[in-house]
């Protein structure tokens, strides 16, 4: 029985990994190319699984409404990079910090004006429903393995592009140095412009898929971000392998830490102050972690070399 | 946009400049002073209530500004050090202790302490790390206190009444709050104002233009970059005391990363660097978002636009504005 719920609840870790690697993906490349510190990438995740909602519930198909959401997302992303991100590259992180905090704040209302305050609702699709049986009396179901397959076949796809195209060579260059590709004749304005647009629309695609098993409201973005900061803290900033791995490990480190914290310590504690201390340090782990990583390896544990 | 431009436009001008400096803050604490006079012809207990809020986030705006400003140290979890002071005042009225010097000890010891073991492990880093070690020992307390069940949890516990001065109930009555409220602003701003001009204010300063300088010359920056650290937290934890006293409540919600951000925005708002600068932050986002609400529900959608501007095209806040129109 609580091998089944180990087992339940690392896939749990894992599909939360991924979704954070989405949105981590996204952000560390904005950060390391660009040196761009972007706290409005969540809401860019709220918008999506927004797109995701409005579509799927105008075509009344998922993958069509998912189609329909990415580009939307992609759109959405580079309109706020010409409208404000691309005056903000040459600026200090206050001025950064001070800019996206404000669109955090008018998104935030924004899609609350658009579509209400009430949570929107995503259907799962027919045929991701149910759930199938991975051993005997264990049953998972099938849209969180979805989710966990897409979000791998993602993963290989930007390990292609990044270490396979020269797209990806140019912002691998990028986040070494961007003022060396810049001398050497790449126009740095447009590769950001690209890279921008594409964290945008992954961030939006993380959002569409969680849509269907979150629901969708405003500020859902919020807490995720700083999920994501720690992601690529911890990865080592601009590295999509270090961001890959960090996700799944606070994914992990999270949706098992929540279940198992007070189990663990009723090995040394007595139950009711297990159950106390547990509850109060599991949502804490990842925090902990996360300073702990940064005391021995202050530039992450897969720091981009210079 | 460090502070350098504020201080070359104070050398640049002649000596009367010196006098100028001080106009704006007596201004500023002389408005507060007379406000409750104000106040009595109409809405008293509403227009207090707001000073008192832009007092209070004023402390901890200008506590931020210390390091910030002056430190470049861009702290992500300062709303942390609010907390503490104000769960202090929470936890210790529910044991039965209710009097504000004890109260205050606990809180300005506790967020000191805070501030130096996470200071220590935090300054470590440097640039965007530091921003975001900062916000995670921040998010850390965060939910520590929304697990603390017999503190609330999550919905924060409401306090039987203000802290107890000698047995009285003195901060209850009239105006008195108020004005030890004011006290302490003034108090706060004395007292930064002498930490930025003495000798370790220049240093810090120094750490602030050039690290590897000041350290070939034979300062140790992570000493003095600490110090500054441990001073501003406690100062925080001394607008957490007050703002639990003030809301007569204490909760999680006071230290979120939101309302950290927050503290960052007023003290760029108002201008970086200058002190004063964070209280008029402070006002002007208080006032904004009560303006703001009234017109519409919505008012977020105009305040974050608004901060995008000042960002983009009002470099060194409202200062720094006004500073510019100065100069013509």
Known sequence: MSATLLLVQTLNGLQFGIILFLIAAGLTLVFGVMDFINLAHGVQYMVGAYFAAAFVAWTGSFAAGLALALPAALAFGLL?????????????????????????????????????????????????????????GLLYPVYRLAIIAAGLAVGGLLYVLVHHTRAGMLVRAGATNAAMVSALGVDIRRLFMVV??????????????????????????????????????????????????????????????????????????????????????????????????????????????? | MTGLPAEAAQTAVAPPARWRGCILPLVLFGLFAVAPAFARHGGEGYILALALRVMILGIAAMSLDLILGYGALISFGHAAFLGIGAYAVGILMSHGVGDAFGQLAAALAASALFALVTGAISLRTKGVYFIMITLAFGQMLYFLATSLAAYGGDDGMTLPRKSLVLGTRILGEGHTFYYVVLACLVGAYLLCRAIVASRFGRVLRGTRENPVRMQAIGFNPLAYQLAAYVIAGALCGLAGFLLANQTEFVSPAFMTWQRSGELIVMVILGGLGSLHGAIIGAAAFVILEEVLSRITELWKMIFGPMLVLVALFARGGILGFFRGLRRG
């Open chain 1, 80 to 136: 706020l990079e010409v409208v404000v991100f691309r005056h903000l590259y040459d600026r200090d992180h206050l001025d950064q910090v001070l800019a996206t905090f404000g669109i955090i704040l008018f998104l935030n209302q924004g899609v609350k004006a658009v579509w209400g305050a009430a949570p929107l609702l995503v259907p799962i699709p027919p045929a991701l429903s149910g759930s199938i049986e991975l051993m005997s």
């Open chain 1, 196 to 306: 921008f647009g594409f964290g945008a629309m992954l961030a939006g695609f993380a959002g569409a898929m969680v849509a269907p098993i979150l629901s969708v409201e405003p500020g859902m973005g919020d807490n995720i971000l700083i999920l994501a900061f720690v992601v690529i803290v911890i990865g080592g900033i601009g590295s999509i392998r270090g961001a890959f791995l960090a996700a799944l490990l606070i994914g992990l480190v999270d949706t098992l830490g929540r279940s198992f914290a007070s189990n663990i310590l009723r090995l040394v504690l007595d139950p009711s102050m297990a159950s106390q201390t547990g509850r109060a340090i599991a949502p804490m782990l990842i925090y902990i972690l996360m300073a702990a990583v940064l005391f021995f390896r202050p530039t992450g544990l897969f720091p981009v070399k210079r």
